[in-house]
T-cell receptor, first 115, second 114 residues
Framework: NAGVTQTPKFQVLKTGQSMTLQCAQD?????MSWYRQDPGMGLRLIHY???????DQGEVPNGYNVSRSTTEDFPLRLLSAAPSQTSVYFC??????????????FGPGTRLTVL | GQQLNQSPQSMFIQEGEDVSMNCTSS?????WLWYKQDPGEGPVLLIA?????ELTSNGRLTAQFGITRKDSFLNISASIPSDVGIYFC??????????????FGQGTILTVHP
């Protein structure tokens, strides 16, 4: 199993550009989440999904869209990039709800800089 | 929303020393999770706690679920250089099942000098 994979690893955007961060998992996990990590702030939840076709907002959803057409994939779209979205983005998945007895696995992250 | 406060924010220790860090919340958590993040990587789950008062070990790591359900502690004994990283506490948001939502603390940055 490859686990949770994220592409790209690094990305530089100009203000106003749009892009999609890819996330895929091959563990048949129902739950998938997107977090952003900023210095001194830990990880903050952007959007999450409890299964294909079902998504919901997390703590900091503004400026981001998600969809979940398949169990495996959970892309994160930046509609119009802003410097405040410069961050490290992590995708995570788990078989059932994080905080249950199932472990949540994180991808290696995408480091995004918006100029 | 719920917040988790970790302390200390950073620690600089000598190899072989023991380490203690904690996490507190103004609200009750039913599950406490401790993660470690190596430089340039995603977080990895170290220990999960599901019951107030529970004490769980994973090698040199020991974590405890506070009796009040508002705090948790992580101890690392006999630290080694590979313990370097950021340690996060986390817990599922309130309101029954977490439905994929975790709240994370700000992290404790650990540096170990050989």
């Amino acid at each position: 199993n490859a686990g949770v994979t994220q592409t790209p690893k690094f990305q530089v955007l100009k203000t106003g550009q749009s892009m999609t961060l890819q996330c895929a998992q091959d563990m048949n996990h129902e739950y998938m989440s997107w977090y952003r990590q900023d210095p001194g702030m830990g990880l903050r939840l952007i959007h999450y999904s409890v299964g294909a076709g079902i998504t919901d907002q997390g703590e900091v959803p503004n400026g981001y869209n998600v969809s979940r057409s398949t169990t495996e994939d959970f892309p994160l779209r930046l509609l119009s990039a802003a410097p405040s979205q410069t961050s490290v983005y992590f995708c995570a998945s788990s078989y059932s709800s994080p905080g249950s007895t199932d472990t949540q696995y994180f991808g290696p992250g995408t480091r995004l800089t918006v100029l | 929303g719920q917040q988790l406060n970790q302390s200390p924010q950073s620690m600089f220790i000598q190899e072989g020393e023991d380490v203690s860090m904690n996490c507190t919340s103004s609200s009750i958590f039913n599950t406490w999770l401790w993660y470690k993040q190596d430089p340039g990587e995603g977080p990895v789950l170290l220990i999960a706690l599901y019951k107030a008062g529970e004490l769980t070990s994973n090698g040199r790591l020991t974590a405890q679920f506070g009796i009040t359900r508002k705090d948790s502690f992580l101890n690392i004994s006999a630290s080694i250089p590979s313990d370097v990283g950021i340690y996060f506490c986390a817990g599922p948001n309130a309101g029954g099942t977490s439905y994929g939502k975790l709240t994370f603390g700000q992290g404790t940055i650990l540096t170990v000098h050989p």
